[in-house]
């Protein structure tokens, strides 16, 4: 029973912080392999415009193998040319409201934020993934 308790705690944790583990499909064909993506679903333009620039403006980004894509109402933004269609990257947006994702090499889900965005959890996500490590014990 108290292992119950504990284990509902946990997930009461991260639904509370917007950040989440899981292990869904949400691959992005065309970058897998290549790239970790992360995906932002902001709910208007000025907003959009926003995370551009936080996106613009964050250290560590490149060396982590990093597209980012944020899909304004009438635009997407990217640090890369070879941007998927919009239809694909919607398949990542799994709420209502703003959500930004975290895609792995490997094409499956590995966190989801509700409500904001923070850019450094996320880069510490990743460098707490298995291949990341080994990525930085090579370099």
């Not at 679903?41 to 894509?69: C, H, M, Y």
Request: proline share 4%; net charge neutral.
């Amino acid at each position: 029973m108290r292992n119950l308790l504990f284990a509902v705690a946990l997930a009461a944790t991260f639904a509370a912080t917007g950040c989440s583990s899981r292990s869904d499909t949400g691959a992005v064909p065309s970058l897998t392999g290549q790239y970790r993506v992360i995906a932002v679903f902001p709910t208007n333009a000025q907003r959009a415009v926003s995370l551009t620039n936080a996106f613009k403006s964050s250290p560590g980004l490149e060396q982590r193998d990093i597209a980012w894509f944020v899909l304004g109402p009438k635009k997407i933004t990217s640090n890369i040319d070879n941007v998927p269609d919009r239809a694909t990257l919607e398949k990542l947006h799994t709420t209502d409201g703003f959500q930004a994702v975290l895609i792995g090499k490997d094409g499956t889900l590995k966190a989801s934020q509700l409500g904001g965005l923070d850019i450094q959890a996320l880069l510490d996500a990743i460098d707490q993934m298995p291949l990341r490590q080994q990525e930085m014990q090579q370099q």
